[in-house]
């Protein structure tokens, strides 16, 4: 008999043993027992589809009004409903957890992403175990459980291949099968992927055809067919969170010809086509109003005219990217159908786990690291032209100018990260469940937000939300189940009180009201004037004559205005959000930050076979002077490959031996390549190859002069003219003997890199400059046990 609902509050359901006659002889007559029967979760429970796109604004997907082609997204919406009041938290870790737990980000210790994550509970990036994820509840229920594509909820001092694995997905996530990547985001054509916890390479190359979102959704669909052959009772619960279209924005060519002059009139045009389209379909209300562009939003005519063509393909490719992807999701759809499981399935399909994505500066780029590290200013328009061709290629790590993505979040205010406006936080959704909607192609405008999607779950499959879950009592679901408003356009809205937050910029519904106030620009990463919190302007709107928020009623009604504060500080406080923490760039150093961090010291040993270290997992070597040692064995025809490097082409430094010479490379943001390289060949024997790298001092980003040894002796020396000094890679490692990924220095591919002597171990000291050129294997051993 299945457990009833009372037992499927405490998870795992306790086993009882069943009552009856105990014989001694299996042959009497009297011997029976209930037949085994597999765990499964109510009877009607749904198969279940959650598919979250990346940094996609509200008016960017056809299927809500923008210009970028999404028929997949049409069809489910023509056969289920669209929801044009769903809101994210504007960053995408913090949706992502608020998603898989049904709780407020900060209160699962997301508030903002885990690379800036600090000691403070609402911002640690450790999520409570007293709120489990959803996928556990449904798993332990008896729900098959698969995710595919992104995971940005792993603490980066928890992201090496030691684990612990508590926050991933396959770890303590709930789910039985992962494939896809750790991190906010990868390079769509050499992606760093993982099939449960273990590193894997993608199965293709880039000039074989391969591309991550096909990938992922070959695996998705792969997985639901093996699991309705081999337990077609058995529901299961798929969440597919494809990279795109965060950038990098990585497409085939022949999807952005098709796009090819589509945005030549700019972004100011293109956002009134837009809002002209979304009155047409209905999406927002006929009163609704275009709001005014921002100051700090430069208008179209005001660019340079011989910067506009590179504009226009950031937008070509961005429109292609996001074709693509809706393209394969609806290769998963046509397996569901074709498996004949669509109608039984209730399939969310998110469009943006926050608004469009300003992160890629006034004028776009080539490589978005370039921003993240203060060193935009490199990629100047002449630069730009010249890679023009380039964008959306293996060769770019591209991302588009803020006035497009201003223009994909119409008729909305700002963009991703300003959590104040529904720019940042306001996404278009589509919710198919053939079985349960009647009056498909309906629209829904119920405030919702992104933790209401658990509670929607539990309900539809009539899993009551846990009280107990492996031993420890846990805390209610923050979320509001949105299955009322299936059945009703017009039923009022459950969900109606809501902060905002994020990086100080902050807001509150209440009813049909909002309070919000911008605090910091999302494209000003690095430096910038910041007011103190008290001091920053407060704006006031009815949402319920105002769907955009475009007049602000601060002056004409301070009482209401007061009374929304006052309810944010409330909310602020029951859900942690407090103290509030505007720092960016700052946050990204973990002293500073004030968590944890995985190795300690000046010095790291590594041994040969290491590798997919993320950028937390190795000490740090940016604005400072540091060592590389590494012992080898070189056979009588030389040596060549990689003894060790940390990024990847888009930014990095490796040692390496090229055509027999030991070289040090330093590669900033794939725009400035230095090679120093030994003015003789290694030797043969087993020896110590050195490079040291002596730190100009002075601020970030300085160069060196860096020196080669072997076994001591100089055998070479050269300059590095500049360095990286915030960040590498968002998706690149560390490797020893080889190179995962895309290739610090170009004269090597990741099929070529690996090291064809023998390496015995390989060191790394920071800030040593005055170590032995030769390393014992006394202080070697005396540093690896410092290490246990």
């Given at each position: 008999?299945?457990?009833?609902?009372?037992?499927?509050?405490?998870?795992?359901?306790?086993?009882?043993?069943?009552?009856?006659?105990?014989?001694?002889?299996?042959?009497?007559?009297?011997?029976?027992?209930?037949?085994?029967?597999?765990?499964?979760?109510?009877?009607?429970?749904?198969?279940?589809?959650?598919?979250?796109?990346?940094?996609?604004?509200?008016?960017?997907?056809?299927?809500?009004?923008?210009?970028?082609?999404?028929?997949?997204?049409?069809?489910?919406?023509?056969?289920?409903?669209?929801?044009?009041?769903?809101?994210?938290?504007?960053?995408?870790?913090?949706?992502?957890?608020?998603?898989?737990?049904?709780?407020?980000?900060?209160?699962?210790?997301?508030?903002?992403?885990?690379?800036?994550?600090?000691?403070?509970?609402?911002?640690?990036?450790?999520?409570?175990?007293?709120?489990?994820?959803?996928?556990?509840?449904?798993?332990?229920?008896?729900?098959?459980?698969?995710?595919?594509?992104?995971?940005?909820?792993?603490?980066?001092?928890?992201?090496?291949?030691?684990?612990?694995?508590?926050?991933?997905?396959?770890?303590?996530?709930?789910?039985?099968?992962?494939?896809?990547?750790?991190?906010?985001?990868?390079?769509?054509?050499?992606?760093?992927?993982?099939?449960?916890?273990?590193?894997?390479?993608?199965?293709?190359?880039?000039?074989?055809?391969?591309?991550?979102?096909?990938?992922?959704?070959?695996?998705?669909?792969?997985?639901?067919?093996?699991?309705?052959?081999?337990?077609?009772?058995?529901?299961?619960?798929?969440?597919?969170?494809?990279?795109?279209?965060?950038?990098?924005?990585?497409?085939?060519?022949?999807?952005?010809?098709?796009?090819?002059?589509?945005?030549?009139?700019?972004?100011?045009?293109?956002?009134?086509?837009?809002?002209?389209?979304?009155?047409?379909?209905?999406?927002?209300?006929?009163?609704?109003?275009?709001?005014v562009r921002h100051d700090e939003i430069p208008a179209w005519d005001d660019m340079p005219d011989e910067l506009k063509p590179v504009l226009a393909r950031q937008m070509e490719v961005y429109?292609?990217?996001?074709?693509?992807?809706?393209?394969?999701?609806?290769?998963?759809?046509?397996?569901?159908?074709?498996?004949?499981?669509?109608?039984?399935?209730?399939?969310?399909?998110?469009?943006?786990?926050?608004?469009?994505?300003?992160?890629?500066?006034?004028?776009?780029?080539?490589?978005?690291?370039?921003?993240?590290?203060?060193?935009?200013?490199?990629?100047?328009?002449?630069?730009?032209?010249?890679?023009?061709?380039?964008?959306?290629?293996?060769?770019?790590?591209?991302?588009?100018?803020?006035?497009?993505?201003?223009?994909?979040?119409?008729?909305?205010?700002?963009?991703?990260?300003?959590?104040?406006?529904?720019?940042?936080?306001?996404?278009?959704?589509?919710?198919?469940?053939?079985?349960?909607?009647?009056?498909?192609?309906?629209?829904?405008?119920?405030?919702?937000?992104?933790?209401?999607?658990?509670?929607?779950?539990?309900?539809?499959?009539?899993?009551?939300?846990?009280?107990?879950?492996?031993?420890?009592?846990?805390?209610?679901?923050?979320?509001?189940?949105?299955?009322?408003?299936?059945?009703?356009?017009?039923?009022?809205?459950?969900?109606?009180?809501?902060?905002?937050?994020?990086?100080?910029?902050?807001?509150?519904?209440?009813?049909?009201?909002?309070?919000?106030?911008?605090?910091?620009?999302?494209?000003?990463?690095?430096?910038?004037?910041?007011?103190?919190?008290?001091?920053?302007?407060?704006?006031?709107?009815?949402?319920?004559?105002?769907?955009?928020?475009?007049?602000?009623?601060?002056?004409?009604?301070?009482?209401?205005?007061?009374?929304?504060?006052?309810?944010?500080?409330?909310?602020?406080?029951?859900?942690?959000?407090?103290?509030?923490?505007?720092?960016?760039?700052?946050?990204?150093?973990?002293?500073?930050?004030?968590?944890?961090?995985?190795?300690?010291?000046?010095?790291?040993?590594?041994?040969?076979?290491?590798?997919?270290?993320?950028e937390n997992s190795v000490v740090n070597v940016k604005n400072k002077s540091f060592s590389v040692t590494a012992e080898v064995e070189v056979g009588a025809d030389g040596a060549d490959g990689?003894?060790?490097?940390?990024?990847?082409?888009?930014?990095?430094?490796?040692?390496?031996?090229?055509?027999?010479?030991?070289?040090?490379?330093?590669?900033?943001?794939?725009?400035?390549?230095?090679?120093?390289?030994?003015?003789?060949?290694?030797?043969?024997?087993?020896?110590?190859?050195?490079?040291?790298?002596?730190?100009?001092?002075?601020?970030?980003?300085?160069?060196?002069?860096?020196?080669?040894?072997?076994?001591?002796?100089?055998?070479?020396?050269?300059?590095?003219?500049?360095?990286?000094?915030?960040?590498?890679?968002?998706?690149?490692?560390?490797?020893?003997?080889?190179?995962?990924?895309?290739?610090?220095?170009?004269?090597?591919?990741?099929?070529?890199?690996?090291?064809?002597?023998?390496?015995?171990?390989?060191?790394?000291?920071?800030?040593?400059?005055?170590?032995?050129?030769?390393?014992?294997?006394?202080?070697?051993?005396?540093?690896?046990?410092?290490?246990?």
């Amino acid at each position: 008999m299945r457990p009833d609902q009372h037992t499927r509050t405490m998870l795992p359901i306790p086993d009882r043993a069943a009552p009856g006659t105990i014989t001694y002889d299996a042959r009497d007559p009297d011997t029976k027992f209930p037949p085994i029967e597999p765990l499964l979760p109510p009877d009607g429970a749904p198969n279940v589809v959650v598919v979250l796109l990346d940094d996609v604004g509200f008016g960017a997907s056809s299927t809500f009004g923008g210009p970028c082609n999404t028929p997949t997204a049409e069809r489910l919406a023509g056969g289920g409903l669209r929801f044009n009041r769903f809101h994210t938290t504007a960053l995408c870790a913090p949706t992502r957890q608020a998603l898989l737990t049904g709780r407020n980000h900060h209160s699962v210790g997301m508030g903002s992403i885990t690379e800036t994550a600090t000691s403070a509970p609402g911002n640690s990036s450790l999520r409570p175990n007293t709120k489990a994820p959803l996928a556990l509840t449904l798993r332990l229920n008896g729900y098959s459980t698969a995710q595919f594509g992104k995971c940005h909820e792993v603490p980066v001092w928890q992201s090496s291949p030691m684990g612990p694995f508590d926050a991933w997905p396959t770890g303590g996530g709930g789910f039985e099968t992962f494939y896809g990547f750790i991190g906010g985001e990868n390079n769509q054509w050499d992606p760093a992927l993982y099939d449960g916890t273990t590193p894997v390479e993608p199965p293709a190359t880039a000039e074989e055809g391969y591309h991550l979102t096909e990938d992922l959704v070959d695996h998705a669909s792969a997985w639901v067919r093996q699991q309705k052959a081999l337990m077609p009772d058995k529901p299961f619960f798929v969440y597919l969170a494809p990279g795109a279209t965060h950038a990098p924005h990585h497409v085939p060519a022949e999807w952005i010809e098709k796009y090819q002059g589509a945005f030549d009139d700019g972004w100011d045009v293109q956002r009134e086509r837009t809002f002209a389209r979304q009155k047409e379909l209905g999406v927002v209300p006929v009163d609704a109003e275009l709001t005014v562009r921002h100051d700090e939003i430069p208008a179209w005519d005001d660019m340079p005219d011989e910067l506009k063509p590179v504009l226009a393909r950031q937008m070509e490719v961005y429109a292609a990217f996001m074709e693509h992807t809706d393209h394969h999701v609806g290769r998963f759809v046509d397996t569901l159908e074709n498996l004949g499981v669509l109608d039984d399935t209730l399939v969310f399909y998110i469009l943006g786990d926050n608004g469009a994505s300003a992160e890629g500066t006034v004028n776009g780029a080539f490589n978005e690291m370039a921003n993240f590290n203060g060193m935009a200013a490199l990629e100047t328009p002449e630069f730009m032209r010249s890679k023009v061709d380039d964008f959306g290629s293996p060769d770019s790590y591209n991302h588009y100018a803020v006035g497009w993505a201003w223009a994909m979040n119409s008729p909305l205010q700002w963009t991703k990260q300003v959590a104040s406006h529904w720019g940042g936080t306001r996404n278009g959704t589509v919710v198919h469940w053939p079985r349960r909607i009647t009056g498909a192609g309906g629209l829904r405008s119920q405030f919702t937000h992104v933790v209401d999607v658990a509670p929607t779950v539990l309900e539809a499959a009539g899993i009551p939300e846990p009280t107990m879950v492996n031993g420890v009592l846990q805390a209610p679901v923050e979320g509001t189940s949105m299955l009322y408003a299936f059945d009703d356009a017009e039923s009022p809205e459950r969900h109606d009180l809501q902060y905002f937050e994020m990086f100080g910029n902050r807001g509150v519904y209440h009813r049909g009201w909002s309070a919000v106030t911008k605090h910091r620009t999302p494209w000003d990463m690095v430096g910038g004037d910041l007011v103190a919190f008290d001091d920053d302007t407060w704006e006031l709107y009815d949402g319920t004559t105002d769907f955009s928020q475009a007049r602000d009623l601060a002056v004409e009604q301070p009482e209401m205005l007061a009374k929304l504060q006052r309810l944010w500080l409330i909310e602020a406080t029951r859900y942690g959000v407090l103290p509030l923490d505007d720092r960016t760039a700052d946050r990204l150093v973990p002293e500073v930050a004030g968590r944890p961090t995985l190795i300690h010291g000046d010095s790291q040993l590594f041994f040969p076979g290491m590798g997919r270290l993320s950028e937390n997992s190795v000490v740090n070597v940016k604005n400072k002077s540091f060592s590389v040692t590494a012992e080898v064995e070189v056979g009588a025809d030389g040596a060549d490959g990689v003894l060790i490097a940390q990024g990847g082409r888009f930014g990095g430094w490796s040692v390496h031996t090229t055509g027999g010479r030991l070289t040090f490379t330093y590669n900033v943001l794939g725009i400035h390549q230095f090679d120093v390289v030994a003015d003789e060949p290694v030797p043969a024997g087993k020896q110590q190859l050195r490079a040291e790298f002596a730190y100009d001092g002075g601020g970030l980003a300085k160069g060196g002069d860096v020196t080669l040894y072997h076994d001591g002796s100089p055998v070479g020396s050269g300059r590095v003219e500049a360095t990286q000094p915030l960040v590498f890679s968002a998706d690149e490692t560390t490797d020893v003997g080889r190179e995962s990924g895309t290739c610090v220095s170009r004269a090597y591919s990741a099929r070529t890199s690996r090291f064809t002597g023998r390496i015995s171990w390989v060191q790394l000291d920071v800030g040593r400059d005055d170590h032995d050129h030769f390393i014992s294997p006394e202080e070697r051993l005396r540093i690896a046990m410092a290490q246990q």
